[in-house]
């Protein structure tokens, strides 16, 4: 099986949830000469910061990271909603920061 990236995990669990896939959106800020580049990802209603800012070659790795803090978010939701499924009520708290 070849190896899944954050993003198809991300993927593979909105459609195993039966939820909407998840949005991606790339975000930069000046800094000094250069500009720094993060991602956030909206998972049912739910809007999750990459942790780290990148250069802009690796935007995938900003991707990466936004979806790794996304699935975290989801995978836990779902745990901890007592008496229902997954698929129709994980939790609608807001994770992540806005940098």
């Known amino acids: 099986m070849p190896h899944q990236t954050w993003q198809d995990k991300l993927e593979d669990a909105c459609k ?4 909407g896939a998840p949005v991606f959106q790339i975000v930069s800020d000046r800094r000094g000469g250069r500009t720094a580049w993060s991602s956030t990802v909206t998972v049912y209603g739910s809007t999750h910061s990459a942790r ?3 250069d802009g070659k690796n935007l995938n790795n900003a991707k990466e990271d936004a979806a790794e803090v996304a699935l975290q978010w989801l995978n836990q939701s779902a745990s901890s909603a007592s008496g229902s499924s997954a698929a129709s009520s994980p939790a609608t708290s807001r994770s992540g920061w806005s940098g």
């Open 16 to 19: 195993d949830w039966n939820i």
């Open 52 to 54: 780290f800012w990148y």
